[in-house]
């Protein structure tokens, strides 16, 4: 059986962050954040991303990694968040992917 991934699409703000930590909990997974804007580092608020709280302890991958004033693509986030999803799977566990923004997932 091929490794699986579960991606939750939806709607600003229509749940799919705690969506994803329930899944993950469900599943024994990790998150990677698939937002094209939660990469950036110091951006928060204005992001909407986790909290430590709103993660309830499971791992959260792609989050606060860039710094604003770098330039990030599709394909420069596929090159950063595929080898965590081959380590996830690696490790037994299941990728979820929450905020999947379309192109960013055509890459994956």
């Given at each position: 059986?091929?490794?699986?991934?579960?991606?939750?699409?939806?709607p600003t703000a229509s749940g799919k962050t705690k969506m994803g930590v329930a899944l993950a909990k469900?599943?024994?997974?990790?998150?990677?954040?698939?937002?094209?804007?939660?990469?950036?580092?110091?951006?928060?608020?204005?992001?909407?991303?986790?909290?430590?709280?709103?993660?309830?302890?499971?791992?959260?991958?792609?989050?606060?990694?860039?710094?604003?004033?770098?330039?990030?693509?599709a394909a420069r986030y596929a090159r950063a968040a595929v080898p965590i999803v081959d380590d996830i799977?690696?490790?037994?566990?299941?990728?979820?992917?929450?905020?999947?923004?379309?192109?960013?997932?055509?890459?994956?």
């Amino acid at each position: 059986m091929p490794p699986k991934v579960i991606c939750v699409v939806g709607p600003t703000a229509s749940g799919k962050t705690k969506m994803g930590v329930a899944l993950a909990k469900t599943f024994d997974g990790e998150v990677v954040s698939v937002d094209s804007m939660q990469i950036y580092r110091g951006m928060a608020i204005g992001t909407a991303a986790p909290t430590a709280e709103e993660m309830e302890n499971v791992p959260h991958h792609m989050i606060a990694v860039a710094d604003p004033a770098e330039q990030w693509s599709a394909a420069r986030y596929a090159r950063a968040a595929v080898p965590i999803v081959d380590d996830i799977l690696r490790r037994g566990k299941r990728p979820i992917l929450p905020e999947c923004w379309r192109p960013i997932l055509l890459c994956l």
